[in-house]
């Protein structure tokens, strides 16, 4: 309280003090609001309006600019990608036809990364999956075929058919001619697996050969029946999928199946098996006729061809070569393990051979006639290398 009986009240930020007279009777004061004081607080309000009617407009301007740029950003990089692809295909030979087929796909169904779409597997056989689907689901089987064979051509030159070894595959597109592969009708409650092999391969469908074992059953299978395959990749794992037979031919008996991308991958070894990445000189043996692998060690090699070990267990290796090797042959491998001064002479036996990409053939071999110590030398290499694959897997691979 001041002097006189009055008391100083601020009634807001932007008032000005004002005196008013103090009531000793009443339990209130009795405010005089000046003309000062109104002028005041709607200034006060004003410019806070105006203030976040300034700072709301700033932050959708600054919105729509983030907006825009990551926009310009993106259309330049699918822009440079896509000159990027064209000039990938002219460097492979691509027809204008081809390059067509390829440019078209691409943007109806990767337009946004065409660089990748031509460049990994996964994304090509993403493409070709849903333009066969597509084409299959208007009907016309003459350009569905037509298109399957193309697509082929583009996949083969653009060397999207190549599979590293060890690495899985993801559609039967990837499956090679030569594959062997047990199929059964799915819906029988005890399979009666009838033993196949793949003649050919392209986008429209996988195409299979009977290959009957003595005594096994003919199962009687139609057009449009489900059916499930089994097989087993020598340079993998085995793998097991169902699909549906699209077309069957009696003479001779050859099946064509719907591709499928739904696979499962089974680890099915009696070794575990590693990468192993070298380069050696192998030699080919004469195996002998009563299978006696006494004197294995003391036969001589016939024949010496370059190769590359890509796998190896315990029990035997995997080995790629430029030319195909009778099975009625045994090998003989220098495998080279850190820390030993020499590589190790192992003999092994063909289990199987099959073409892969680039006219090579792999070779699936299981050791023959190995000592006791050569072979704990070796199982000892791959247990320290499986240590390194959980352990760090990058260095075990690298």
Same mark, same amino acid.
């Given at each position: 309280?001041?002097?006189?009986?009055?008391?100083?009240?601020? $009634?807001?930020?932007?008032? @000005?003090?004002?005196?008013?007279?103090?009531?000793?009777?009443?339990?209130?004061?009795?405010?005089?609001?000046?003309?000062?004081?109104? *002028?005041?607080?709607?200034?006060?309000?004003?410019?806070?309006? #105006?203030?976040?009617?300034?700072?709301?407009?700033?932050? %959708?301007?600054?919105?729509?600019?983030?907006v825009?740029?990551?926009?310009?950003?993106?259309?330049?990089?699918?822009?440079?990608?896509?000159?990027?692809?064209?000039?990938?295909?002219?460097?492979?030979?691509? +027809?204008?036809?081809?390059?067509?087929?390829?440019?078209?796909?691409?943007?109806?169904h990767?337009?946004?990364?065409?660089?990748?779409?031509?460049?990994? !597997?996964?994304?090509?056989?993403?493409?070709? &999956?849903?333009?066969?689907?597509?084409?299959?689901?208007?009907?016309?089987?003459?350009?569905?075929?037509?298109?399957?064979l193309?697509?082929?051509?583009?996949?083969?030159?653009?060397?999207?058919?190549?599979?590293?070894?060890?690495?899985?595959?993801? %559609?039967?597109?990837?499956i090679?001619?030569?594959?062997?592969?047990?199929v059964?009708?799915?819906g029988?409650?005890?399979?009666?697996?009838?033993?196949?092999?793949?003649?050919?391969?392209d986008?429209?469908?996988? $195409?299979?050969?009977? *290959?009957?074992?003595?005594?096994?059953?003919?199962v009687?299978?139609?057009?449009?029946?489900?059916?499930?395959c089994?097989?087993? !990749?020598?340079?993998?794992a085995?793998?097991?999928?169902?699909t549906?037979? =699209?077309?069957? &031919?009696?003479?001779?008996?050859?099946?064509?199946? #719907?591709?499928?991308?739904?696979?499962?991958?089974?680890q099915?070894?009696?070794?575990?098996?590693? !990468?192993?990445?070298?380069? +050696?000189?192998?030699e080919?043996?004469? #195996?002998?006729?009563?299978?006696?692998? =006494?004197?294995?060690?003391?036969?001589?090699?016939?024949?010496?061809?370059?190769?590359?070990? @890509?796998?190896?267990?315990?029990?035997?290796?995997?080995?790629?070569? *430029?030319?195909?090797?009778?099975?009625?042959?045994?090998?003989?491998?220098?495998?080279?393990?850190?820390?030993?001064? &020499?590589?190790?002479?192992?003999?092994?036996?063909?289990?199987?051979?099959?073409?892969? %990409?680039?006219?090579?053939?792999?070779? !699936?071999? @299981?050791? =023959?006639?190995?000592?006791?110590a050569?072979?704990?030398?070796?199982?000892q290499?791959?247990?320290?290398?499986?240590?390194?694959?959980?352990?760090?897997? @990058?260095?075990?691979?690298?």
């Open positions: 309280m001041s002097g006189g009986g009055e008391r100083a009240i601020y $009634t807001g930020f932007f008032a @000005t003090p004002f005196r008013a007279p103090y009531n000793p009777h009443g339990k209130r004061w009795d405010v005089q609001e000046t003309s000062s004081v109104f *002028q005041w607080q709607g200034v006060g309000g004003a410019l806070v309006a #105006a203030f976040g009617v300034l700072f709301f407009l700033l932050l %959708s301007a600054l919105v729509v600019f983030e825009y740029r990551r926009r310009t950003r993106l259309r330049e990089r699918v822009a440079h990608e896509a000159r990027a692809m064209l000039e990938i295909l002219e460097e492979h030979s691509l +027809s204008p036809e081809e390059i067509k087929i390829v440019a078209d796909l691409v943007t109806k990767a337009a946004m990364d065409p660089l990748r779409a031509v460049t990994t !597997r996964q994304d090509f056989d993403r493409c070709v &999956e849903a333009e066969m689907k597509d084409l299959a689901s208007r009907g016309d089987q003459r350009s569905f075929e037509q298109m399957g193309k697509l082929r051509d583009v996949r083969g030159t653009l060397g999207l058919d190549y599979i590293p070894y060890g690495q899985p595959i993801h %559609s039967t597109r990837e090679h001619p030569g594959q062997w592969m047990s059964a009708r799915a029988d409650t005890v399979p009666q697996w009838m033993r196949m092999v793949v003649e050919e391969v986008e429209s469908y996988l $195409t299979l050969s009977r *290959q009957p074992k003595p005594g096994e059953p003919n009687a299978v139609a057009a449009g029946d489900e059916i499930r089994s097989m087993w !990749r020598d340079d993998d085995r793998y097991t999928f169902g549906t037979v =699209a077309f069957i &031919e009696e003479i001779p008996s050859v099946w064509r199946l #719907a591709h499928t991308r739904e696979l499962n991958r089974l099915a070894r009696g070794h575990f098996r590693v !990468r192993h990445d070298q380069t +050696s000189i192998v080919l043996l004469n #195996a002998p006729v009563d299978g006696d692998l =006494a004197d294995v060690k003391n036969r001589r090699a016939v024949a010496k061809l370059r190769s590359r070990i @890509t796998s190896l267990s315990a029990g035997g290796c995997a080995l790629v070569v *430029q030319q195909p090797v009778s099975r009625h042959m045994l090998v003989r491998i220098f495998l080279e393990i850190p820390r030993q001064r &020499e590589p190790l002479p192992i003999e092994a036996r063909i289990v199987a051979e099959s073409p892969i %990409s680039g006219g090579r053939y792999l070779l !699936r071999t @299981t050791f =023959a006639g190995i000592d006791d050569t072979r704990e030398q070796v199982s290499y791959v247990l320290q290398r499986q240590h390194l694959m959980i352990v760090s897997p @990058t260095k075990a691979t690298g």
